[in-house]
């Protein structure tokens, strides 16, 4: 078996690749809006430059954790995550509240994803 590492850091990897899997890190807004419709949608455009990096596409998401520091952006975060996910290529998917790194952020998105 062979595990392949993308971007590797000190604490973690992008992205790591065993058995056909991609298993992609939290990925948090780099924007500094306070939107939680457009913070999702930057995360969502990281989540697909990371999948292509590893030859994969938004298609192929299997499982996706989605982490909100509030439910009460749970609309605002299903309007960009509805025009984003691919028609009937929907993943298994939880989303849960939870306190987040950084008290700017609203979201946080973990995918996993096949390779095609």
């Keep these: ?7 590797p ?3 973690y990897s992008e992205a790591v690749i ?7 890190a939290g990925m948090v807004p780099d924007t ?17 430059a990371l999948l292509a990096r590893c030859g994969s596409d938004k298609t192929k998401l ?7 520091a509030d439910m009460a952006d749970y609309a605002a975060m299903n ?5 984003w996910v691919a ?10 509240q939870a306190k987040l790194a950084d008290p700017h952020w609203k979201i946080e998105i973990k995918v996993v ?4």
């Design 79 to 83: 309007l960009a995550w509805d025009n």
């Design 18 to 24: 065993v058995n056909g899997l991609i298993f992609c």
């Design 113 to 116: 994803a096949a390779m095609p």
């Design 9 to 11: 850091a000190a604490r």
């Design 62 to 68: 299997v499982d996706a954790t989605i982490y909100l």
């Design 87 to 96: 028609p009937g290529q929907a993943p298994a998917r939880a989303t849960v």
């Design 32 to 48: 500094h809006s306070n939107d939680a419709t457009l913070q999702t949608e930057d995360v969502l455009a990281q989540i697909d």
């Design 1 to 7: 078996m062979s595990i392949q590492r993308i971007l």
